[in-house]
Structures are given as structure tokens and as C-alpha cells.
């Protein structure tokens, strides 16, 4: 696909999730079931987990986790919003995406503090590309530039 200036990839992550293998203990509200003991990836905003357990998308979990290098654990309330069947060469071990739901401010700073200096995962594929931001970037800039609009037309 050729890649032209004035297109715009996608900016679909609010923060950058790093790389970290932390402790954890991810527990299913329903049932108290343990899906988890291991981090793979985390975030501000939620936690890519090691599990081979059968969870549900939108499942409604507990979440104890070490903050990456600290004796910190922090509770919180996630999401189950991804679930890894592990056949990839990227992630090839099963695993739950989850989305924090509640996070105490004192924890959330712990967390953002403790993710200051660690690498974020090697991208597994490309950027894609945002092409609704493109056109409205493009009507955006008719609006301050009108001659940006008259393409091929001739005065």
C-alpha cells in the first residue's frame, strides 16, 4: 500500500502499553474463578495477562498486580476486552486483554510512575492507517485554507 504524506495512521491507544512481566492475581467476579498469575504487558489502562482459562468478552474481573519494579500491589476492577487464542509467532501463549474499569488515583500513579522507563512491546503489525481522521483532517483545512478545496479547476 503506498503511503502518502497527507494520510494519517490510526491513533487507537490513549497510552502506550510497555513490556513488563509482573505478578498479578486476575480473578473472575462470577464464580471466583483464578484466570491468571502473570502479566505480559501493562498500561495505564489495562493489562495483557497469560491465561489458558475460558473467560468472556466484557467479563467482569479482579485484578491484584505488583507494579513493575516496586513491592506495590493494586487492586482494581477490569474488563475481559480481548481474548489471545496464542497461534501467533507474536503471542504464541493464550492470553486475556483487560481493560481496567477501576483504579484508585493513588494506584493509578503508582501504576504511571512504575512505566516510566520500560520499553513498549515490538509492534506485530503495521500501523493502520485512519482515513475517516484523513478526510475530516482534509475538510478541516478547507475551512482555513478555501483554495485547498479547488482541485484541477482553473481561474
Not at 490510526?10 to 498469575?37: K, P, T, W
Not at 480481548?82 to 493464550?94: A, E, Q, T, W, Y
Not at 493509578?108 to 503495521?126: D, E, K, N, T, Y
Request: glycine share 8%; net charge positive; charged share 25%.
Amino acid at each position: 500500500m503506498p503511503q502518502h504524506r497527507w494520510v494519517q495512521d490510526a491513533a487507537e491507544r490513549r497510552s502506550v502499553r510497555r513490556v513488563a512481566e509482573i505478578d498479578c492475581e486476575v480473578v473472575a467476579e462470577e464464580g471466583f474463578r483464578l484466570l491468571s498469575r502473570r502479566g505480559l504487558n501493562v498500561s495505564a489502562e489495562g493489562l495483557l495477562v497469560q491465561s489458558d482459562q475460558v473467560a468472556r468478552l466484557g467479563e467482569s474481573v479482579l485484578v491484584s498486580l505488583r507494579a513493575p519494579g516496586s513491592r506495590s500491589w493494586l487492586d482494581g476492577e477490569a474488563t475481559v476486552v480481548r481474548l489471545v487464542r496464542g497461534r501467533r509467532s507474536v503471542c504464541d501463549v493464550p492470553a486475556l486483554g483487560l481493560k481496567f474499569r477501576h483504579l484508585d488515583a493513588v494506584s493509578q500513579a503508582i501504576l504511571s510512575g512504575s512505566l516510566r522507563g520500560l520499553p513498549p512491546p515490538v509492534p506485530a503489525r503495521p500501523l493502520r492507517r485512519d482515513y475517516a481522521g484523513t478526510i475530516l483532517r482534509i475538510a478541516l483545512s478547507s475551512y482555513t485554507n478555501p483554495d485547498a478545496m479547488n482541485y484541477g479547476t482553473s481561474n
